[in-house]
Nanobody, 122 residues
């Protein structure tokens, strides 16, 4: 059983910053990729940023240069530093773990957090 605890969401004015954290606990041998997705009202969930075990990252175009994803493998934690926030960044942000080894020969494709709300006021 793997649990994800997200934190760091909230209300911020445009141009401000927030830092999201997602800590994973439980039976975890390894995690291939950790990432953040978001879903705005009336829109589909989209990938925001993703980071692999070796630190390779990718970002959706709208956040490049403003958001930075990082991870602490020892703590099974992923962070999303969000700067220069815009009203269009308003969404529920979900933590995702992909390719999780939970036993010697057991893998789980995806784990999702419950989401944390980020609201950016203009």
């Amino acid at each position: 059983q793997v649990q994800l605890v997200e934190s760091g969401g909230g209300l911020v004015q445009a141009g401000g910053s927030l830092r999201l954290s997602c800590a994973a606990s439980g039976s975890i041998f390894s995690i291939n990729a950790m990432g953040w997705y978001r879903q705005a009202p009336g829109k589909q969930r989209e990938l925001v940023a993703r980071i692999t075990t070796i630190g390779s990252t990718n970002y959706t175009d709208s956040v490049k240069g403003r958001f930075t994803i990082s991870r602490d493998n020892a703590k099974n934690t992923v962070y999303l530093q969000m700067n220069s926030l815009k009203p269009e960044d308003t969404a529920v942000y979900y933590c995702n773990l992909a390719g999780v080894r939970v036993g010697p020969f057991e893998y789980v494709m995806d784990y999702w957090g419950k989401g944390t709300l980020v609201t950016v006021s203009s």
